[in-house]
């Protein structure tokens, strides 16, 4: 912002030189005359000499010439004593020149001529008038872009690197400027967002740390029983058969229970890790495929992939827009990681007043043990192998799309898979 403070003292310092400039030109011109006048002296005073007569003289051809007066000798003489022709008319001013005719003086010719006016006091009120219209417009400019660009600009250059820090508190202070003020606003929604995800992220760490301790604890307890039986079986403690059947009975029975320990464990990770929020509304068919489009139509014609979209009707479905994006997001990224990159099918269609779309990509199926456990979390099918990936895709997909009471379900076909979500 200095360098830029620095900009508008330069444009002031030119203006003050133009201006100090603008005065001395306009002062050196006044201070030298139109000398019009004396071009057209010489002209007529060139045409008298030649012979032609005085009163056949025009002197309407010329603006600054008003009179030319024929003077003998004796009056010149008596005129240049008294100086009454500088006298006779306070506007004009006069200039008398000698006549020779065959290189003898015949008289005197007296030019009476008017010198233009020059006002050199407006002239230059004007000019600086100009001069500083062009300066306070050039600050104008600068200004703004001070304020509505600048400002704005440098205001926005520290957030990137807060949120990289994980700095989400604090207000985006918002402005009412066309070209960030809606930017603004969007950073201020998303730290408040990535605030809101954190609070939650460390509630749920919180929680599963609890649950894990009191699961934990409880599973010495079976486990206490378990080694306290195997340890009376292995050292033949039991003198009877019914004894040492109670015992592996109990042991069968704690181990039950530790398993239902461990599998409560298990489901309350995957939890953890899918907090998914759904924002209950509604959306139209043709807002979800243009916003969808929009990205994935360029990649797919940047990876050369034929993308065949079907003619639909634009209902109005349930759910929450931005995840119904997600989940074909989603499908398009399982194409292109696990398809033979040929292409891309989407067609609609109605069946018991449900909204479908399906979603087919050319390349190979999974096998028959793979397509049962495709939705489950963390499974990758055998065609997954060294292809980076986490296995919850399609996981994600079927969550979302039950949250907003949908389904998803997939289908072999010859040539390809395909995907096939219903929104109610």
């Not at 032609?52 to 240049?80: C, F, G, I, Q």
């Not at 994006?325 to 989603?330: D, K, P």
Request: charged share 30%; net charge negative.
């Amino acid at each position: 912002m200095k360098k830029y403070n620095g900009l508008i003292a330069v444009s002031v310092l030119v203006y003050i030189l133009l201006a100090a400039a603008a005065g001395y030109g306009v002062k050196h011109t006044a201070g030298e005359k139109d000398q019009a006048w004396k071009v057209e002296i010489n002209r007529i005073y060139t045409s008298l000499s030649g012979g032609a007569p005085l009163d056949k003289l025009n002197l309407h051809w010329y603006d600054h010439v008003k009179r030319v007066t024929w003077l003998s000798v004796e009056d010149a003489m008596e005129e240049a004593q008294g100086a009454l022709f500088y006298e006779e008319d306070n506007q004009l001013e006069s200039e008398i020149k000698p006549l020779f005719e065959n290189d003898r003086l015949k008289g005197y010719l007296r030019f009476d001529y008017q010198e233009p006016e020059f006002d050199t006091g407006m002239l230059l009120v004007l000019v600086q008038i100009c001069l500083a219209l062009m300066e306070l417009f050039l600050l104008a400019v600068l200004l703004y872009l001070k304020y509505r660009l600048i400002r704005p600009f440098q205001q926005l250059s520290s957030l990137p690197q807060e949120l990289a820090c994980g700095h989400f508190k604090g207000i985006v202070k918002e402005e009412n400027n066309k070209f960030f003020g809606r930017f603004l606003w969007g950073i201020g929604q998303l730290k408040d967002t990535l605030d809101a995800s954190k609070k939650r992220q460390m509630e749920l760490e919180k929680e599963k740390k609890k649950l894990l301790l009191s699961l934990s604890h409880d599973i010495k307890t079976p486990l206490g029983t378990i080694k306290l039986y195997g340890n009376a079986l292995e050292n033949k403690m039991y003198d009877s058969e019914a004894q040492r059947t109670r015992a592996a009975h109990q042991i069968g029975v704690k181990a039950e229970e530790i398993e239902r320990y461990v599998e409560e464990i298990m489901k309350t990770s995957r939890e953890d890790i899918l907090d998914i929020r759904i924002e209950e509304g509604e959306f139209y068919l043709d807002q979800l495929m243009k916003q969808v489009l929009a990205t994935y139509g360029e990649k797919c014609r940047i990876r050369l992939v034929e993308l065949e979209v079907g003619a639909y009707e634009d209902r109005l479905l349930k759910g929450d827009l931005q995840r119904a994006a997600e989940v074909l997001e989603n499908l398009f990224e399982n194409a292109f990681k696990y398809g033979d990159g040929r292409r891309i099918e989407i067609t609609f269609f109605e069946e018991d007043y449900c909204q479908l779309i399906r979603v087919f990509n050319s390349g190979s199926v999974v096998s028959d043990n793979d397509f049962n456990h495709i939705f489950e979390s963390f499974f990758r099918a055998g065609n997954s192998e060294g292809i980076p990936g986490t296995g919850l895709g399609l996981y994600i997909c079927r969550e979302i799309m039950r949250k907003m009471g949908g389904e998803i379900f997939a289908q072999k076909e010859e040539g390809g898979m395909a995907f096939v979500l219903v929104f109610g």
